[in-house]
């Protein structure tokens, strides 16, 4: 079965550029999506199709996708930034999930 | 607004069974793919089932495959969850989400109902 690898945590400065990646067998050829989740709350989309932003999230989240890897930026990123993010993506219908990382802003 | 509300969840031994619902409003939901994720405490998400707009499809994840059954009902704008032989293993918040599936994401979820397999 198909499987996504993500860093279990990744801490960043606040101001700075986080990046989180997600790696798995020919990812590149996948669209990912992102997902944040606060403690407490449902995930939210920040990306999906590997680049595109959904209405409402801000410029400071952007993807990228090539190879074996997609990777999550975050530029500027602040402390409402701080939270769980999850890689996403479909082995024909079925959803694969990362397993997650943890971003910490400090 | 979109809104999905789950609801069914509790304590339940194990080997028994659950049946969870989410109805959904601010969307036509007939229109949609439907899925169910599941996040065991203190875990990640884990993608458990999901079932096309007609119901014509079903999918599941291997480990509750034969255990689990996704349906839906159209007309009242619901999504459920039959869950039999429940292991400990299922303990988890259970979401439901629509999916868009030609830009293959989950854009509305809701805020998740709770699961718990114990004797």
């Known amino acids: 079965s198909y499987e996504l690898t993500q860093p279990p945590s990744v801490s960043v400065s606040p101001g700075q550029t986080a990046s989180i990646s997600c790696s798995g067998d020919?990812?590149?050829?996948?669209?990912v999506s992102w997902y944040q989740q606060k403690p407490g709350q449902s995930p939210v989309v920040v990306i999906y199709?590997?680049?595109k932003r959904p209405s409402g999230i801000p410029e400071r989240f952007s993807g990228s996708n090539s190879g074996n890897t997609a990777t999550l930026t975050i530029s500027g990123t602040q402390a409402m930034d701080e939270a769980d993010y999850y890689c996403?993506?479909?082995?024909?219908?079925?959803?694969?999930f990362g397993g997650g990382t943890k971003l910490t802003v400090l | 607004e979109m809104q999905l509300v789950e609801s069914g969840g509790g304590l339940v031994q194990p080997g028994g069974s659950l049946r969870l619902s989410c109805e959904a409003s601010?969307?036509?939901?007939?229109?949609?793919?439907m899925t169910w994720v599941r996040q065991a405490p203190g875990k990640g998400l884990e993608w458990v089932a999901n079932?096309?707009?007609?119901?014509?499809?079903?999918n599941y994840v291997d480990s509750v495959k034969g255990r689990f059954t996704i349906s839906r009902d159209n007309a009242k704008n619901s999504l459920f969850l039959q869950m039999n032989s429940l292991r400990a293993e299922d303990t988890a918040v259970y979401y439901c989400?629509?999916?868009?599936?030609?830009?293959?994401?989950?854009?509305?979820w809701g805020k998740g109902t709770t699961v718990t397999v114990s004797s």
């Open positions: 989400a629509r999916v868009l599936w030609s830009q293959g994401y989950m854009d509305v």
């Open positions: 601010g969307f036509t939901f007939g229109n949609y793919w």
């Open positions: 079932i096309k707009e007609d119901g014509s499809e079903k």
């Open positions: 020919k990812l590149g050829d996948r669209y």
């Open positions: 199709q590997d680049t």
């Open positions: 996403q993506a479909w082995d024909t219908s079925a959803a694969i």
